[in-house]
Nanobody, 127 residues
């Protein structure tokens, strides 16, 4: 049974930082690209960051580029999201996801490309 368990969310002031973690079990971690998405109340789930098998490719949208960094540890089966310079508009439930990709260097950004999802962790940024 595949499980993705997020942790590290919480309440932080604007300008602060958080590190989210996502521990994977029940799958062979390294052939999966990993991603982070977020969903604010009343909004669609949106892409935040992705990383390829080996970590050689990362991708994130302009809204978080330069502030958020994704990384992975294939020994610990864990993917991380480092979030700096947080803004109130970053408030959302953050989800990690795993995508079975046929080749390395892919960092998918579309929800339908992901096969497994975690339950999410709440991030709240106060102004």
């Amino acid at each position: 049974q595949v499980q993705l368990v997020e942790s590290g969310g919480g309440l932080v002031q604007a300008g602060g930082s958080l590190r989210l973690s996502c521990a994977a079990s029940g799958l062979t971690f390294s052939p999966y690209a990993m991603g982070w998405f977020r969903q604010a109340p009343g909004k669609e789930r949106e892409f935040v960051a992705a990383i390829s098998w080996s970590g050689g490719t990362t991708y994130s949208p302009d809204s978080v580029k330069g502030r958020f960094t994704i990384s992975r540890d294939n020994v610990k089966n864990t993917v991380y999201l480092y979030m700096n310079s947080l803004k109130p508009e970053d408030t959302a439930v953050y989800y990690c996801a795993a995508a079975a990709t046929s080749q390395d260097m892919r960092a998918p950004s579309r929800r339908y490309e992901y096969d497994y999802w975690g339950q999410g962790t709440q991030v709240t940024v106060s102004s």
